[in-house]
């Protein structure tokens, strides 16, 4: 009996004793952040597709190309303010009572630049455009939110494989009969430096994000591990 009364004692009395959660600061000041995400842009100048030869008359057919690029990036960002968001967090205390406690956090948010490659096209603009290129790349101005998402307006630049200027005034839209030593050919090679040339292209677009950091997750993960 005495083991049980002093049972109904101390119970009570270590629930009492129990601490108040204590307020927490949590403070990210990585201004500094990788991105990957989706994009599209609109091509600013006229592009054509691979020019090609209509196998009944020999006549050379050429056809303007899409102006939508779409695909997916990889960059750095910069985070130029760091903000204070406070939250309040309701709990239930040891005597079964509604307390509230406060989370702070100083997170990076606001206005963000970034620079970034676009190796993944998820759309051809030509039939000659690679899927996969490392010198497609541009520049962004946007917003981060605090929750990593980040939304940027970009200018890009990449080059593209296309007919020169003397080919398109000779055949764009005359019906006429490519020859090579009056002979009428059934295709045109896209390698032919005589024909194509590559032409530097700038875009305007937007682009929706993911930020990460990617060494502070690798230290946050190994200090875990440790722990």
Not at 62 to 82: D, F, L, P, Q, V
Not at 115 to 130: D, G, H, R, Y
Request: hydrophobic content about 40%.
């Amino acid at each position: 009996m005495k083991i049980i009364y002093m049972a109904f004692l101390i119970v009570p009395a270590i629930a009492v004793c129990q601490p108040k959660p204590r307020d927490t600061v949590k403070t990210d000041n990585s201004r500094i952040s990788f991105i990957i995400g989706p994009g599209a842009s609109l091509i600013t100048s006229k592009l054509y597709d691979h020019p090609a030869v209509n196998q009944s008359d020999n006549t050379v057919k050429i056809n303007e190309a899409s102006r939508i690029k779409t695909n997916i990036a990889i960059g750095i960002i910069y985070t130029h303010k760091i903000f204070t968001i406070t939250r309040n967090i309701k709990y239930l205390d040891a005597n079964d009572s509604i307390a509230t406690r406060k989370t702070i956090e100083r997170v990076p948010k606001g206005i963000t630049t970034a620079a970034f490659i676009n190796p993944v096209a998820l759309s051809k603009v030509t039939e000659s455009q690679p899927f996969f290129s490392m010198i497609d790349f541009g520049v962004g101005i946007g917003h981060r939110f605090a929750g990593g998402l980040v939304l940027l307006c970009t200018a890009e630049f990449f080059s593209v494989r296309q007919p020169k200027k003397w080919f398109l005034d000779e055949f764009k839209g005359k019906n006429n009969i490519y020859e090579i030593d009056n002979s009428p050919q059934k295709s045109i090679d896209v390698n032919d430096n005589n024909i194509f040339t590559y032409k530097p292209v700038a875009t305007i677009g937007f682009k929706i994000c993911y930020s990460f950091d990617v060494i502070k997750s690798y230290v946050a993960g190994a200090n875990s591990i440790n722990n």
